[in-house]
């Protein structure tokens, strides 16, 4: 019985090859689809999963609150992780796990080699209970246990030791702070999908520097940029472990808090969610894995959809023969096993041709998506019901109508010729128009991400990103040069202007609060903090509206600020007011303890300072301290027009020639902003690429019913054409029908895209608007499309000679 209904499904298949075409290619495209952008997400799943007892693990989340304005935080202050492990029972034991603030980039040297290593971290010896590093050299419990060790990657072991082994090894660092020698007491594999990418690990025991402030740091109100962790006892609960957490709180920084005036809280977030479900990002990456997961579901509907469509459509084919087995004597339930193990048959072949398909895309998928992944590399049990998933779920869903449509025919209609598929001819059109539905969301989608990333682009930041040359200044001899390449630089015919800063837009800056005289420090206003040059806004090119820019002395303008516009409004001044009044501020204190006052010089307009995911909040810039003189973080050099590709030799030389401990290094202005967006720009493209493969699906099933078409009016467009109707006339009749659906389709899309539009949106403080013209445009193309299908067919019946047609009458 099993032979005979395969070898008849294969007889069917290849009696009506173009059909079978359409119908296998279209479901391998959508199941290939479906399975990539699956691969995509569980991927995406994967992560922070292989931690040894992660349903224990808890990072520390701070919730600042001032003037009913909250935020959340991934840190906290250094004291509080380990104040938590002491004070609470339910704390088993706590992690610090910090990067030096505002340094992207460390600087190793060994011997005769130097370079710059991305990803360097601090962390407590704890860190090896928290996060399952696997160790090829040493051994976890006394890595990091001793001051001045450092555990470092296979990959930094090979650049800096070969095959030579790196323990005991001394190299040293600069995390933007003094260097230091360190022992390398581990070499660990390279942590894959966790939240944490580490390089190299130093001990946060060691002397000096960043290391022993975080360690010794008192203040538990301010100071919040510690990300700290928690391993909780079994069977802990957690809503009475964050009332402890925030009672040891209150007993340590009440007094603090309220003299910085604002409230914290401390929650606690699992590990476990960080990645995708962090509530401290304002846009989630769950949100991407659910628009992947709701296009790769469309994908394979509308390949179902092609399938089902083109059954019914041939059913009339089938109809003798399903009548003829009944009067046989063949029941139902065994016509519905055959056409639905038929349909198997087609998944099974579909999904076969898939697997070749996605592992000869696979590679352009990575790059589309920034990912490594491999088939080999999934975990296969896994995969494999994943795939045995997909392939029932499309075999039922590709078969099931068919299968009851069909075998319900009554064995007398259809032999005495009287069957017609008006039944399903309904079906198929409403199917038809859940196709274009899904399609025109997809196409509205893809039109409105990518206006809203054109918006990004080309907004106006309020500052100048063209050209603009970024310098890291890492050590203290290039910090300490800072006005010797300043000197350099502008003695070269390309170079217009050089300044220096802290931080530059794109980077985190510090914050502080200020408030006006004779307000309490509960009123104050939270401000980011940036020490500049004199000439910092004239470099970027970002405008006072009111007062002056900073002079080139740096004492007489010491305890001077220029304040942005969102930094008046908060202190209630208008940019005129403010000139020239005094705020405090509860940071800087005089030789005598008194708190330093500031007065406000400047008003410059307001400019992002970060992503416009983010709101423009108030932020002040001021000169250095006498003290510390023009030392600074960053050097920014801007570039005249068209000398990028001539100058940079230039600059390197006079890198070297002036600092020639520290390797030279560059990025460009508009280059970090646009790493803001990286995950935007992700989802756009996955967007775009899979609703263009959804369009031509949803092309694929309108050619294959309009073939039907034209194939049962054959005679009808023979008897038109005799009659005298022309080709125009003959084509616009059998467009008419599917361009009717279409535009059912778009009435139906435009409210479904329009919300998912506004939901997309809320994760951008600055958005463009929705245009009615995205509809248009969407439904346009939509139709277009579907017409040029339908035509293809059309004008091919209606150039048919008729008497082809008619001759058998």
């Not at 059909?19 to 699956?38: K, N, P, R």
Request: charged letters at 20%; hydrophobic letters at 45%.
């Amino acid at each position: 019985m099993l032979k005979n209904h395969l070898l008849l499904a294969f007889r069917n298949l290849v009696r009506h090859k173009s059909y079978s075409f359409i119908t296998i290619f279209g479901l391998s495209v959508g199941v290939a689809c479906c399975l990539l952008l699956v691969l995509f997400i569980q991927d995406e799943m994967r992560y922070d999963q292989q931690h040894k007892d992660v349903q224990s693990l808890y990072r520390i989340v701070s919730h600042l609150t001032r003037d009913a304005q909250s935020e959340d935080l991934g840190v906290c202050s250094p004291p509080t992780a380990m104040a938590m492990a002491d004070e609470i029972p339910e704390v088993q034991t706590a992690l610090r796990f910090v990067s030096s603030p505002g340094v992207t980039e460390n600087l190793i040297r060994f011997e005769n080699q130097t370079f710059y290593e991305t990803d360097g971290y601090m962390a407590d010896s704890t860190l090896f209970d928290f996060f399952s590093f696997t160790f090829v050299e040493g051994t976890p419990g006394n890595a990091l246990t001793r001051p001045n060790t450092v555990v470092i990657t296979e990959k930094i072991a090979a650049k800096l030791f070969g095959q030579s082994s790196a323990l005991d090894k001394v190299i040293n660092i600069t995390q933007g702070g003094p260097s230091g020698d360190y022992r390398i007491t581990g070499v660990v594999k390279e942590m894959e999908h966790s939240h944490i990418k580490a390089n190299f690990i130093i001990s946060l025991a060691s002397r000096g520097g960043w290391t022993e402030f975080i360690r010794t740091s008192p203040e538990w109100a301010g100071q919040n940029f510690v990300p700290s962790y928690v391993k909780l006892q079994t069977g802990s609960q957690i809503a009475a472990v964050e009332k402890k957490m925030n009672d040891v709180l209150a007993r340590h920084g009440a007094e603090a808090m309220k003299a910085f005036g604002f409230s914290k809280t401390l929650s606690l977030e699992p590990v476990k969610d960080i990645y995708l479900r962090s509530s401290v990002d304002k846009n989630p990456r769950i949100v991407y894995v659910y628009i992947v997961a709701a296009i790769a579901a469309f994908v394979l509907l509308i390949a179902c959809i092609n399938f089902i469509n083109l059954t019914t459509a041939r059913a009339t084919r089938r109809a003798t023969e399903i009548g003829v087995r009944k009067v046989m004597g063949a029941f139902r339930g065994v016509l519905i096993r055959q056409i639905l193990g038929e349909a198997m048959l087609v998944v099974i072949a579909a999904v076969l041709i898939s697997l070749v398909m996605i592992e000869v895309a696979l590679p352009w998928f990575n790059t589309l998506v920034d990912k490594s992944i491999t088939l080999h590399t999934m975990p296969s049990l896994s995969f494999l019901f994943t795939l045995l998933g997909i392939t029932l779920l499309t075999g039922l869903l590709a078969g099931s109508y068919p299968a009851f449509y069909l075998t319900a025919f009554q064995p007398a209609t259809v032999l005495k010729n009287k069957f017609t598929t008006g039944g399903s001819g309904g079906l198929r059109k409403a199917l038809v128009v859940f196709q274009f539905v899904i399609a025109i969301v997809l196409v509205c989608g893809m039109i409105m991400v990518s206006q809203q990333l054109a918006f990004i682009r080309n907004k106006n930041l309020g500052f100048d990103t063209k050209a603009k040359l970024v310098v890291p200044l890492r050590t203290e001899s290039a910090r300490k040069a800072y006005a010797a390449l300043k000197q350099n630089y502008l003695q070269q015919p390309a170079v217009r202007k050089v300044s220096g800063a802290d931080y530059l837009p794109g980077m985190y800056w510090n914050d502080i609060v200020l408030f006006r005289p004779g307000k309490t420090r509960e009123e104050g206003v939270g401000h980011f903090m940036n020490d500049v040059a004199y000439d910092f806004n004239d470099v970027l090119n970002i405008k006072l509206v009111a007062g002056r820019p900073f002079t080139t002395n740096l004492a007489s303008d010491q305890n001077k600020i220029i304040i942005n516009e969102a930094s008046a409004k908060a202190l209630g001044f208008t940019p005129a007011q403010a000139i020239g009044q005094q705020v405090e501020q509860s940071f800087f204190q005089q030789a005598d303890g008194s708190l330093v006052r500031f007065e406000i010089v400047g008003v410059m307009q307001d400019f992002h300072r970060m992503s416009l995911h983010e709101p423009i909040e108030p932020a002040f810039l001021k000169l250095p301290r006498v003290e510390r003189g023009e030392a600074f973080e960053n050097l920014v050099v801007d570039i005249g027009p068209g000398a990028l590709p001539n100058v940079m030799a230039n600059l390197e030389k006079g890198w070297k020639k002036i600092v020639s401990d520290t390797p030279f290094d560059y990025s460009f202005l508009d280059e970090n902003i646009g790493k803001l967006y990286r995950e935007d720009q992700k989802a756009s493209s996955i967007i775009v690429t899979f609703t263009c493969i959804a369009l031509v699906l949803c092309c694929l099933g309108l050619y294959g019913l309009s073939s039907y078409t034209a194939e049962r009016r054959v005679k009808e467009i023979g008897v038109r054409k005799v009659m005298g109707a022309s080709v125009q006339q003959i084509v616009r009749l059998m467009s008419s029908e599917f361009a009717k659906l279409v535009c059912i389709a778009i009435i139906i899309a435009i409210p479904l895209a329009w919300y998912g539009m506004v939901l997309w949106l809320e994760g951008f403080a600055y958005k463009t608007a929705i245009n009615f013209m995205v509809f248009v445009s969407g439904g346009s193309i939509a139709l277009a499309i579907a017409l040029i299908t339908v035509s293809f067919e059309s004008i091919r019946a209606a150039l048919r000679n008729p008497v082809e047609a008619l001759r058998n009458e």
